[in-house]
């Protein structure tokens, strides 16, 4: 009898999967596992909030699997240690999983695929975590695209797969025929659990549907950069951990009109970070442009700590910081801030605060996080780089005019006047008294001068680059 692993990890869903689907197809049993990788769950690199909602969502699709006739099995340990243990005690000729693209996914993958195949047995990536994979988007000479526009285009024109059904049953093992282990409990994450996207497939569904239906989708042109409105998918932890279908997200938001036009441009964006990352490994730990690892970069880590506990004094930078840790999630138009700022303003290593991402966001992607950070702080593929130097006042008064976003995130700035929300040491003092915000006491002085720091910032970066 043919017995198959389904090996799940950023793909927690039954629906539109294609990895489950190749598994189905090759006959006889399939075991879904997940395995505990501690690299990934307590390593340097992971994240409460991250922990949690896998956890979480992964209950669901357990429940879902049970029901269906192939109960989840649970191991915990290194992927190359356990998946082959447990393909030589199914007696499984082969393991299906859904292909990631990072470094380290593609060395545990290769150690996983080496250790079956001394075995006699095989390990099958499917796709099911991009649209496109990284070997459908090239120039005319094989080469990858780098430079997003003509990504795009190329991109769009990738013949998309049929999207999978839903299985109703899946043939597995009898019941206890494999040991495994109980989920553990979810860690406490470190933002308010109220402010966390709701787990599991079934949310996720409901998310996108809300989305597809809502004013915002059509307005999403104009409206995708107002940190004072609601008016972002809030599906990018989805995306993450793979709760929904890339393609199934396309399909349902694809379609006229500007708004739909450039939130599928958006996608477009995550794939090309994905693409970027597994045709050039080395900007997980450097700058794309290499030259660009010679910057001069500050030793400032009273700096560093204003920028992750959000008192620099720029009200826009420090609600962003604060959303962060409160909610696990920051609006892209203020990632951008807050990543110029410590790059630019601070002249802080943009990997700094890359680290402090993944540790905080639900949706922290390696790809997404990474290229977000190189894209800002002017070291990643951009043609133009490093002249992009966000202000802090002007990007707060266009991101947020009505001063909603600040003052929910500081609220120490509530009763400021809206003519200096976005520089409140520029109130004379009879208003600071008035406003109940004495600058240097209620609220923190700027701690950089925004024009003396771009000079520095721009004199860095040409020193850097000749």
Known sequence: ??????????????????????????????????????????GPRSSANRTWFLLESLREVAAGLAARGAPLVVRTGHPEDVIPALAEEAGASAVVASRDVSPFARARDRAVGEALAAAGRRLHLERGLLVAEPEEVHTDDGRPVTVFTPFSRRWAAVPRRTRVPTPDAIPSLPAGTLAGEALPASPVPTADPALLPRPGETAAHERLARWVASAELPAYADGRDRLDQDGTSRLSADLKFGTLSPLEVLLATEGPGDGRRVFVAELCWREFYAHI????????????????????????PGGLAAWREGRTGYPVVDAAMRQLAASGWMHNRARMIAASFL?????????????????????????????????TAGTGTDAAPYFRIFNPVSQGRKSDPSGAYVRRWVPELARVPDAFLHEPWAMPPDVQAAAGCVIGRDYPAPIVDHALARQRALAAYAAATG
């Open 1 to 42: 009898m043919t017995v198959t692993l389904l090996w799940l990890r950023r793909d927690l869903r039954l629906r539109d999967h294609p990895a489950l689907a190749a598994a189905l197809g090759r006959g006889g049993s399939v075991v879904p596992v997940f395995v505990l990788d501690p690299r990934l769950v307590g």
């Open 277 to 300: 990352l597994w045709h050039f490994p080395h900007v997980v730990r450097g700058a794309y442009r290499p030259a660009y690892d010679a910057i001069a970069w500050a030793d400032d």
């Open 343 to 375: 790059a630019k303003d601070l002249l802080v290593d943009w990997r700094a605060g890359e680290a402090h991402f993944m540790t905080h966001l639900v949706d922290a992607d390696v790809g997404s996080n990474n290229g977000g950070w190189q894209w």
